[in-house]
């Protein structure tokens, strides 16, 4: 079939068979005594997920003027059969693939379609729930881990997040557990904070979305039965200054904030105690992964059960390396835990903090390779500080990968969107990536407009085969030497977010260091720029 005549057979369906349906369905609604309403309306051209030919077909046609013309029919006979009754189209934001072209955008800058335009001109309003990020942009304030939600008895919590879509809960990141003011204040865009499950009874994940919206249906962080984990998270909040959480298991939830984004027109941020106000509001600047320390080869070793360690990021391992400047209010870095001897956690805090109540990275097993991506106030000698809080000496790494100064990109964050998922087949990806392979995402998915410097997101592993690890860089680069998320075996799934520096052209590369084809997923959660 040509476009024209694809688009003649869906008139002649419109009028000889949806017509009907939704006048079908509209009398057995009235017969109940309910109003019809529409749940996943809009197209679905998809077809056989194998044949080139008709994707490409369907692709076109989407993207057609033609597909306004139908579209805006489409919703005359919905509104007039219906009395102008609710339509939820499916979806928002999505790219086209052999599985679909479902978005009314292919990506959040785009702005205008065939088929976005017509369901504006329905709506008969520019708000229909498609919201690009905030071109203001937002500036960092690092503060100190400041622990806002502990749902354990032990703890004085109200109890584990029920399993399932009935146990959804909002949680205030404005008070912490006892009441006190927690560690995000009013006029906040995004926050940065560590989520852990605690010991979990059973395998499954979390989904976290801005407080009052929809629970996305991306996951943030995947747990395992008695397996304690975190994932150090961005994420875009509302005015009420809340988070929405989803558990597919019944599980304990901990969150501690590390600090939060304020539009920068809001640059003076209130002046509370533990913290700087002339000091801590930063904008990011996104650098190649570099270490800055190995314990393993540090004049002092393996840090010792209970101890504290003073850690500068100042220089790389050789001390003449420049990585983070002076003057740096913070570092973004990833904390790497290298098979450790037992089961424990370690803490991060700034260099002139005496100590933290906040884990900064769990592990159970021993042995075992982890990481987790952080953000962590700097004293004023650029320094953090790493605490043991396990029974055996442990070798940590820590890879620097940005910093906060007056300097560099606003943040400008977005509701999750998922870039990139190698299970599903689309046009860049089809099937896992293959061992020492590089997956390249580029800005239509990544979401990142041109100026874009960096990108904030949640990268999984899914699926593993083997022990591994992904690498990630901007698109064309030089491959670092650090890792970026590590798993230890078959079968697990491990997330951890990042920011990362992307091309100039706005791309991301994921490199798979393992030795066996993993699936890998991205979920975008705002850009720097």
């Not at 044949?51 to 046609?61: G, H, I, K, R, V």
């Not at 995004?190 to 499950?197: D, H, K, L, S």
């Not at 996305?216 to 747990?223: A, D, K, Q």
């Not at 041109?450 to 022990?467: C, E, F, Q, S």
């Amino acid at each position: 079939w040509s476009e024209a005549e694809l688009f003649a057979a869906l008139a002649r369906a419109q009028s000889q068979e949806v017509d009907g349906w939704i006048a079908a369905h509209v009398a057995l609604a009235a017969a109940k005594g309910r109003r019809l309403v529409s749940y996943e309306g809009g197209q679905h051209l998809a077809g056989d997920s194998g044949n080139d030919a008709l994707t490409a077909l369907f692709t076109a046609a989407n993207r057609a003027s033609a597909m306004g013309v139908a579209y805006a029919t489409y919703l005359d006979r919905w509104r007039d059969a219906t009395g102008n009754s609710l339509f939820m189209h499916f979806t928002d934001v999505g790219p086209a693939s052999r599985w679909g072209s479902w978005g009314a955008l292919e990506f959040p800058e785009q702005g205008t379609s065939p088929k976005y335009d017509a369901l504006k001109a329905f709506a008969g309003t520019d708000d229909i729930g498609v919201q690009p990020p905030d071109p203001g942009g937002s500036e960092y304030v690092a503060i100190e881990p400041a622990r806002v939600v502990d749902t354990r008895a032990s703890a004085g919590g109200d109890g584990p997040v029920r399993g399932g879509a009935g146990g959804v809960r909002t949680m205030s990141l404005a008070i912490g557990p006892d009441g006190s003011p927690g560690g995000v204040p009013e006029g906040a865009t995004a926050v940065v904070y560590n989520v852990t499950v605690p010991t979990p009874g059973a395998g499954g994940h979390l989904r976290i979305g801005p407080g009052g919206a929809p629970v996305p249906p991306t996951s943030v962080l995947n747990f395992r039965p008695g397996e304690s984990i975190a994932n150090c998270l961005t994420s875009k909040i509302g005015a009420a200054r809340t988070i929405s959480v989803y558990a597919s298991a019944e599980v304990d939830v901990i969150i501690d904030v590390l600090g939060y984004y304020l539009p920068a027109a809001q640059r003076s941020p209130p002046a509370e105690a533990g913290r700087d106000p002339a000091a801590s509001t930063r904008r990011f600047t996104a650098t190649a992964p570099r270490r800055a320390y190995d314990a393993a080869l540090a004049a002092d070793g393996l840090l010792p059960p209970g101890a504290d360690r003073l850690v500068s990021v100042t220089a790389g391992l050789d001390g003449s390396t420049p990585l983070v400047p002076a003057g740096a209010g913070a570092v973004a870095y990833n904390l790497t835990v290298v098979r450790p001897g037992g089961v424990g956690h370690l803490r991060t805090m700034p260099g002139d903090v005496t100590d933290s109540p906040s884990s900064a990275i769990n592990w159970t097993a021993p042995d075992e390779v982890i990481a987790n991506a952080l953000v962590t106030r700097l004293d004023g000698q650029g320094r953090l500080k790493v605490s043991n809080r396990s029974g055996s000496a442990v070798r940590f790494l820590v890879d620097v990968v940005g910093y906060y100064s007056d300097h560099g990109g606003l943040f400008h964050p977005m509701a999750p969107t998922r870039a990139i998922d190698t299970r599903e087949a689309s046009a860049q990806r089809a099937g896992p990536l293959l061992p020492g392979g590089r997956l390249s995402v580029d800005s239509r998915l990544t979401a990142a407009p041109p100026g874009a410097m960096a990108i904030a997101y949640n990268l999984a592993a899914v699926r593993t085969a083997t022990a591994g690890h992904l690498r990630t860089l901007p698109a064309g680069a030089e491959l670092p030497d650090a890792s970026a998320l590590n798993w230890p075996g078959p079968g697990y799934t491990r997330a951890n977010g990042l920011q990362t520096a992307i091309s100039p052209t706005g791309a991301l590369e994921v490199h798979n260091g393992s030795a066996a084809p993993v699936d890998v997923i991205v979920d975008v959660a705002g850009y720097f720029g």
